[in-house]
């Protein structure tokens, strides 16, 4: 079957600009999990959603960051009012349930540059 | 901070050879996976291990923990140029909720 799949693969804008980011992750996998990564670095947690328990959005850096998940299926992540500081590769993974014992599928990313 | 944190930032190596990749963290964990990430590209799930685990092979794969030194280290055996990405381990934790990798380490592996 089809794995993680994100879009737009790349994406260039404007400071101050809205973007967002689409996840369709596999199918069956109930969590679902959104990173940012900047360049030479690790991965940093944003926010994840299981089944349909509130979302866990510790990682959102401000409130300029928001993300939705309709039941199982997509997941869409909105940067509002883009700043510089936004340019990174933003990975969304899933996995079957949510656990630590649980591999990540991850998709290839969006890589997100803020002009 | 990172909870896991990988050594060396990076490694170059001549295909044949072992690569040996650590990493440390700070507080109890539960398990610790090991994945792979090629250049572009997103993250691949290598191995996990528990932290009731010493030892997992997989392949020419080899994890080892050390709950006791709050450290894990990733073998490769007789590397293949092919084994050329960056590796990064994720630590989770029951309290956390989440996992949290660290910014690993780039293997280069020559032909």
């Known amino acids: 079957g089809a794995g993680v799949s994100q879009s737009p693969s790349n994406k260039v804008t404007e400071k101050g600009k809205d973007v967002e980011l689409r996840c369709d992750p596999i199918?069956?996998?109930?969590?679902l999990y959104w990173y940012r990564q900047r360049l030479g670095q690790g991965l940093e947690f944003l926010i994840y959603f299981q089944g349909n328990s509130a979302p866990d959005k510790s990682g959102l850096p401000s409130d300029r960051f928001s993300a939705e998940r309709t039941g199982e299926s997509v997941s869409t992540l909105t940067i509002q009012r883009t700043q510089q500081e936004d340019s990174a590769v933003y990975l969304c993974?899933?996995?079957?349930?949510?656990?630590?014992?649980?591999?990540?599928?991850f998709g290839d990313g969006t890589r997100l540059s803020i002009l | 901070s990172q909870q896991g944190e990988e050594d060396p930032q990076a490694l170059s190596i001549q295909e044949g050879e072992n690569a040996t990749m650590n990493c440390s963290y700070k507080t109890s964990i539960n398990n610790l996976q090991w994945y792979r990430q090629n250049s572009g590209r997103g993250l691949v799930h290598l191995i996990l291990i528990r932290s009731n685990e010493r030892e997992k092979h997989s392949g020419r794969l080899r994890v080892t923990l050390d709950t006791s030194k709050k450290s894990s280290s990733l073998l490769i055996t007789a590397s293949r140029a092919a084994d050329t990405a960056s590796y990064f381990c994720?630590?989770?934790?029951?309290?956390?909720?989440?996992?949290?990798f660290g910014d690993g380490t780039t293997l280069t592996v020559k032909p």
């Open positions: 994720a630590t989770w934790y029951t309290n956390a909720g989440k996992s949290t």
């Open positions: 199918s069956g996998h109930t969590a």
């Open positions: 993974a899933s996995s079957l349930e949510w656990g630590g014992d649980q591999p990540q599928h």
